[in-house]
Structure formats: C-alpha cells, structure tokens
C-alpha cells in the first residue's frame, strides 16, 4: 500500500463537522475495502466502544450540507439513513472492532494522517499569530506615520500663511 497515495485518499475526507475533525462512515468503508453497510455493522455490535465522542449520526441538516458542498455524496441526498461520522478516537476504536491485515496498514495510514493534520494546525496557528502581529505593529506604525504626515502638514500650512518681508504701513 502506498502510503503518500493513501494519507492523500485520507486527508482529503476528513471533514469538519460539530466543531470535530470525522470521518464518515462510507469513506473509512472504502478505504478499508469493506461494504458500508459491514462496518456500521461491526461498530453496531460493539456499540459500547463508540460512545458519542467516538462517533456519532449526522441530521438531515449537516447530511444536505455535505450533499450541497461535495458532489461526491449525491447518493446521500435521497437516502433514509444519515450517515455516521467517526472522531478520531473512534477511528482508532475501529481497528479493534475491524481485524482484516488492510484495516491494520490503513489504520496505521489514518493515525498518521491526523498526527500530520495535528501538526500543520500547529504551524498555521502559529504562523496566523505572527501575521496578526505584524500586522497590528504594522497598524501602529501606520497611525504614527500618519499623525506626523498630518502635522507636517500643519506646520507647512501654518508657515505659508506667515508673510515674509516687510508690510508698509497704509498713509
């Protein structure tokens, strides 16, 4: 399995969903090379395994937003069943639930893939802190520079309307 080709396959479905990075149920399904339909099963008999910070079913509300937004998900617009979406966490409660040796590697694939997003958010939270930095430095030295133009202006405004030379008194 190639591992560059599969963390891709996987970071680009994982969604944000509830204020939670998931991934639904159809996709680990495909990755894992096994029917929808098998793994809710598996999960549904080991049910205690995947309370719902580990998983839970998306209303019709977030399913019609993921139909609107990703046309790869048109066959969810007229299904009965919403979907389920897995954290992280259950995510990593499926490689006990799933035992097949593919489960193991893409398993394997997945923790890496979000200890990779973990890290970039890392680095882009950091590197929105140093821009909002330079930026309000940049803010504050824009204000000065403008309070110094202005008055700059005002003392040439001020200096033009000084006559020069001398005034000869009206006789």
Partial sequence: MD????????SSRIYTIRGEQVM????LAAIYKVETKVLNQAVKR??????????FQLNDAEKNELVTKCDRF?????????????????????????KSDVAIEVNIAIMRTFTKLREFSKHYNALAK??????RKSDRQYKELTKALDE????????????????????
Avoid at 3 to 10: F, K, L, P, R, S
Avoid at 46 to 55: G, V
Avoid at 78 to 96: C, K, R
């Fill in 24 to 27: 639904l149920d159809r996709d």
């Fill in 152 to 171: 700059l202006i005002e003392e040439s405004k001020a200096a033009q309307s000084k006559t020069i030379g001398f005034i000869q008194p009206e006789q």
């Fill in 3 to 10: 591992e560059m080709m599969v963390q891709g396959e996987i």
């Fill in 74 to 98: 048109k066959t969810l617009k007229h299904s009965s069943v919403n979907p389920y979406a897995f954290t992280e966490q259950g995510v990593y409660m499926l490689a006990t639930v799933l």
């Fill in 130 to 135: 140093k821009i909002i930095e330079v930026e």
């Fill in 46 to 55: 080991n049910i205690k395994r995947f309370p719902s910070d580990f998983m």
